[in-house]
């Protein structure tokens, strides 16, 4: 690469030596002529930063990992700050580089609206970035992108289906626009959304003993001997990071102490499956449970106790990064999911 005197980087193009000149401009400050950032450089940057590798992120834009370190030196010197740092065989984003990334990052989705905005089409060229925990994503997720698609029918939209642990993992990395979990997230730094209310049930198959021997249904039943044999009892519980999993075990923790968990298991469904077809008692969203309980395959087992039934209620939540950018898709989607719901919802 060639590289120009100091002198000859401050002189404007047309003047000659000796000819008075206007004062440089401070670094950084806009209009400065030593910032020379790319949109090529803010792609190469938040790509290495989203895959973690370089290797990767000249998979994803289809350039050479040279063209992409390339990208990144230039853009290191352009901006004055080193932006990864070896660790290992890879890279590890600098403090600077996680400080740069959602500026960066609206640049180049903002430059990828410019088609649609010069051709005056809605939604063109969109894309939304969407994760959903497992009960939310095959519960309620399929009616408010139908919705939403309606509004904005030329965007493009991914849906991550996950645990809430996860979720938000991604989130605080950027490579979500929103998340849509449930219970109590732990989530500092992250703006959170109320969205919905949804109870668990614990659930078993119609003929398990605890179910003839206690009985069924969502009221409450606090008796020592049904608390001892739930204690007793083998669960079949969801996979740590579970919104649903957590809930539960606060839920019973006054009541049962540590559950014996006998399996656990990763996907809603293959969970009730499991409860339908063994001696296990596990639970679960209502809302994920409704076609089980309605066809008679499952049952629902009493809360025990007024305080562990409230406890099964919890939250369903929209979480997203404050300074992450926020596309008209993004807003779209908030408004259709935060605001009235329909009446067949309601």
Not at 319 to 334: C, E, F, G, H, I
């Given at each position: 690469?060639i590289?120009?005197?100091?002198?000859?980087?401050?002189?404007?193009?047309?003047?000659?030596?000796?000819?008075?000149?206007?004062?440089?401009?401070?670094?950084?400050?806009i209009?400065?002529?030593?910032?020379?950032v790319?949109?090529?450089?803010?792609?190469?940057?938040?790509?290495?930063?989203?895959?973690?590798?370089?290797?990767g992120?000249a998979?994803?834009?289809?350039?050479?990992?040279?063209?992409?370190?390339?990208?990144?030196?230039?853009?290191?010197?352009?901006?004055?700050a080193?932006?990864?740092?070896?660790?290992?065989?890879g890279?590890?984003?600098?403090?600077?580089?996680?400080?740069?990334?959602?500026?960066?990052?609206?640049v180049?989705?903002r430059?990828?609206?410019?088609?649609?905005?010069?051709?005056?089409?809605?939604?063109?060229?969109?894309?939304?970035?969407?994760?959903?925990?497992r009960?939310?994503?095959?519960?309620?997720?399929?009616?408010?992108?139908?919705?939403?698609v309606?509004?904005?029918?030329?965007?493009?939209?991914?849906?991550?289906?996950?645990?809430?642990?996860?979720?938000?993992?991604?989130?605080?990395?950027?490579?979500?626009?929103?998340?849509?979990?449930?219970?109590?997230?732990?989530?500092?730094?992250?703006?959170?959304?109320?969205?919905?209310?949804?109870a668990?049930?614990?659930l078993?198959?119609?003929?398990?003993?605890?179910?003839?021997?206690?009985?069924?249904g969502?009221?409450?039943?606090a008796?020592?001997?049904?608390?001892?044999?739930?204690?007793?009892?083998?669960?079949?519980?969801?996979?740590?990071?579970?919104?649903t999993?957590?809930?539960?075990?606060?839920?019973?923790?006054?009541?049962l102490?540590?559950?014996?968990?006998?399996?656990?298991?990763?996907?809603?469904?293959?969970?009730?499956?499991?409860?339908?077809?063994?001696?296990?008692?596990?639970?679960?969203?209502?809302?994920?449970?409704?076609?089980?309980?309605?066809?008679?395959?499952?049952?629902?087992?009493?809360?025990?106790?007024?305080?562990?039934?409230?406890?099964?209620?919890?939250?369903?939540?929209v979480?997203?990064?404050?300074?992450?950018?926020?596309?008209?898709?993004?807003?779209?989607?908030?408004a259709?999911?935060?605001?009235?719901?329909?009446?067949?919802?309601a």
């Open positions: 690469m590289r120009k005197t100091a002198a000859a980087r401050r002189r404007p193009a047309g003047r000659t030596p000796g000819e008075a000149s206007d004062p440089p401009a401070a670094p950084g400050r209009g400065s002529p030593r910032l020379r790319s949109l090529r450089q803010l792609e190469a940057f938040c790509t290495v930063v989203l895959t973690g590798s370089v290797s992120a998979r994803r834009l289809a350039r050479t990992q040279s063209a992409v370190s390339a990208a990144i030196a230039e853009l290191e010197t352009a901006i004055g080193t932006l990864f740092e070896r660790a290992g065989r890279l590890r984003p600098t403090e600077a580089a996680h400080r740069l990334l959602p500026r960066a990052l609206e180049v989705e430059a990828e609206e410019l088609p649609a905005v010069a051709a005056g089409v809605p939604g063109d060229m969109e894309r939304l970035r969407l994760g959903a925990s009960t939310i994503g095959p519960c309620l997720m399929p009616e408010l992108l139908g919705r939403f309606a509004k904005r029918p030329q965007a493009a939209v991914e849906l991550s289906v996950a645990n809430t642990a996860e979720l938000l993992a991604r989130l605080d990395r950027l490579e979500l626009d929103l998340a849509f979990v449930e219970g109590d997230v732990p989530a500092p730094g992250l703006a959170m959304d109320a969205w919905r209310l949804d668990l049930c614990l078993a198959r119609t003929d398990h003993p605890l179910a003839v021997r206690f009985g069924t969502p009221r409450p039943l008796s020592i001997a049904y608390a001892r044999a739930l204690a007793q009892a083998s669960w079949a519980l969801r996979e740590p990071g579970s919104g999993r957590e809930t539960f075990l606060r839920a019973m923790a006054p009541t102490g540590a559950p014996r968990i006998g399996i656990t298991v990763d996907d809603p469904s293959a969970l009730l499956g499991l409860l339908a077809a063994g001696d296990w008692i596990g639970c679960a969203s209502r809302l994920a449970a409704a076609d089980a309980l309605a066809s008679g395959t499952l049952c629902e087992l009493r809360p025990p106790g007024a305080e562990a039934a409230r406890a099964l209620v919890r939250r369903f939540w979480v997203r990064r404050p300074d992450r950018y926020r596309s008209v898709a993004v807003d779209t989607l908030l259709l999911a935060l605001g009235p719901r329909p009446r067949d919802e």
